[in-house]
């Protein structure tokens, strides 16, 4: 019923979604309908990327033991095991490299691209990941952070609650997911997602002048 309830309810917008958002560590055992969850992943993903190689690798831990492990990979905190799933947002830093024939194909079936914007892309991802060298890693992990913030305020959105999750051992992570022998495969971060059990207040923020500048630092935005 809970969950009918939150499809049938207008979502909120986006400047509401992003005041009201709190991280929640308490989460009810009330499952997310398939079709919420189908909701929430769709909006996760249309989060945008360097040149749309869509660089994440997104895990939706559900099962009780493969949560049971994750938690155990993530000092044993709990909202791991009360949520009824949490995102393991990972990135693939050599996404850039493998077949793009796929994405670079629906880019010309939708009309976002033309020829010549696919075939400047087949050139140029390839240099582009060359170039960044050690910094693949780096990158692909901001594509899969833009996707889990994608994720928070869709979830905030349509009634559901989150928390980031950045305590956590990115090896055993890793081994839970099925990625243990994959050097290419970083973990961005955790977002259990559920139903909170409780409310957080908003502890609120420091004023624009603390760290918010005008084209340098030391010269503050006053607003």
């Not at 194909?105 to 009309?111: R, S």
């Amino acid at each position: 019923m809970v969950q009918e309830l939150n499809l049938q309810t207008k979502p909120l917008d986006v400047p509401s979604a992003i005041i009201q958002r709190r991280s929640i560590k308490t989460f009810k055992p009330d499952p997310i309908s398939p079709e919420l969850l189908h909701q929430l992943v769709k909006l996760t993903v249309a989060a945008p990327s360097s040149y749309n190689i869509q660089d994440w690798r997104i895990v939706l831990v559900q099962d009780d033991a493969q949560k049971a492990a994750l938690a155990a990979a993530a000092w044993n905190q709990k909202q791991v095991v009360e949520a009824p799933v949490t995102f393991v947002f990972a990135a693939d830093a050599t996404a850039g490299e493998q077949d793009l024939t796929p994405i670079l194909n629906q880019g010309l079936e939708t009309g976002a691209w033309n020829q010549g914007t696919v075939n400047y892309f087949k050139t140029n991802i390839p240099q582009y990941q060359a170039g960044l060298g050690d910094k693949r890693r780096e990158y692909a992990i901001k594509d899969a952070m833009i996707a889990a913030t994608h994720l928070v305020l869709a979830a905030e959105s349509l009634g559901l609650s989150t928390c980031f999750m950045n305590g956590w051992i990115e090896e055993k992570v890793k081994e839970v997911i099925g990625a243990a022998d994959n050097r290419d495969i970083a973990i961005a971060v955790l977002v259990p997602v559920g139903y909170a059990a409780e409310p957080r207040r908003n502890p609120g923020r420091l004023p624009f002048s603390h760290n918010v500048f005008v084209d340098r630092l030391g010269n503050p935005y006053e607003g």
